[in-house]
């Protein structure tokens, strides 16, 4: 097939653009011509919370990016909607995670179906984001009335589009796949002395971009229910902060953890993933809402438990008591399997779980699921 995957990607930075590059280099493996078209302009800079939109890493040399599509200008959409309906795809893939950009790819999807050829298939992250705003019911339906079919990488979200959809068009569940392209597993040894820590510490490592919906506060109370049980135990706060940083500080400060906590206030790079998740003895995704999460799935790869909360889909894939813990949103739930974990020495048997576990989700899984719709 030839397929168009039209989502964020290089120069832009992040797990959106780190999953659509791996998509298509899955495609192609199985013998697909793929082109990825992303934005000249993502989100205007005022909108963006963080430091910057833009990776410092080298273009990808495997991959056909094309920079086509502005988030903000009608006109156009009209044009990128015109040039994919002449370069007729077998299946053109709009890359949804918020409402922002539904007027965008609904415009876009419209036109390119007009060839009679091309399939327009959505991946679907959120339908209705972590932080909802008025724009989800101004702008969600259309998208969902411009797509021929939807993958969803949780149960969860799959629900969400019903909710949407009127006529009952295909839906296929797909989990996010493994991100398997950072490189080999780290020894713990090696990966605190890359990060200037003792190895002779217990590290939980909190990753990612905090925002309020993860759930960084209940850790840290929890944290500070467990502190006196567990002397060796040290947390690692490793992304760029989209909240504010002091509310935090201060709250580190209340629970008297200030020697306990370690802050990297900065988007962590590809490179470096592999020396946090190294020596990590446990992830810890304490969300109050979710979908899925793209770091649940590095976990995956690095072969690290994790401890998560039971909202969305992140139940469905961390299984409780088994290669980690799926709890209620509270600082108290969270604070219990901290000490089951560390007091009982969970590690290596919940390693050898999630070991066995991994295989079920794989990249090619997730473009058969494309394929048959």
């Known amino acids: 097939m030839k397929v168009i995957v039209l989502g964020t990607a290089w120069p832009y930075r992040g797990g959106l653009a780190t999953f659509n590059e791996r998509l298509a280099r899955q495609f192609m493996s199985e013998g697909h011509e793929v082109e990825l078209w992303t934005f ?28 086509e599509l502005n988030s903000c200008n009608p006109f156009n959409w009209l ?57 989800d019911k101004l702008f969600a339906p259309s998208f969902v009335k411009s797509q021929d079919g939807f993958v969803a990488l949780s149960e969860s979200v799959v629900n969400d589009i019903d909710r949407l959809d009127k ?27 890359a990060l200037a820590l003792s190895e002779e510490k217990d590290y939980m490592l909190f990753f990612g971009l905090v925002r309020a919906y993860k759930g960084l506060d209940l850790l840290l109370d929890a944290f500070g229910k467990v502190k006196d049980q567990l002397p060796n135990l040290q947390l690692i706060i490793a992304g760029e902060f989209y909240e504010d940083e002091d509310k935090y500080r201060q709250q580190i400060a209340a629970n008297g953890l200030e020697d306990r ?91 050898a779980y999630l070991q066995k576990e991994k295989t079920k989700y794989e990249w090619s899984k997730m473009t058969k699921a494309f394929e048959e719709l």
Request: aromatic residues 10%; proline residues 7%.
């Open 40 to 67: 000249t302009l993502q989100y205007p800079s005022f909108l963006f919370p963080g430091k910057t939109q833009y990776t410092s890493e080298p273009a990808p040399s495997d991959l056909l990016i094309r920079r």
């Open 79 to 135: 044009r990128v909607g015109r040039a994919i309906r002449k370069a007729a795809p077998d299946m053109l893939i709009c890359c949804y995670w918020m409402s922002f950009f539904a007027p965008a790819y609904a415009c876009v999807s419209r036109i390119a179906k007009r060839n009679g050829k091309t399939r327009c298939i959505a991946l679907v992250h959120n339908m209705i984001p972590h932080e909802p705003n008025i724009l």
């Open 261 to 351: 906590v370690i802050v990297k206030n900065e988007f962590v790079p590809d490179g470096d993933l592999r020396k946090y998740f190294g020596a990590a003895d446990l992830i810890v995704q304490p969300y109050k809402t979710a979908t899925q999460s793209g770091v649940t799935q590095v976990a995956f790869h690095f072969e690290k438990p994790m401890l998560v909360t039971n909202v969305g889909g992140l139940g469905e894939i961390v299984h409780d008591h088994q290669m980690g813990y799926a709890c209620a949103p509270t600082a108290e739930a969270i604070a219990e399997d901290l000490l089951d974990y560390f007091q009982n020495k969970r590690q290596k048997a919940y390693t």
């Open 167 to 193: 006529v009952g068009k295909p839906k296929a569940f797909s989990p996010h796949p493994i991100y398997d392209h950072y490189g080999e597993r780290m020894t713990k040894k090696d990966a605190c002395k």
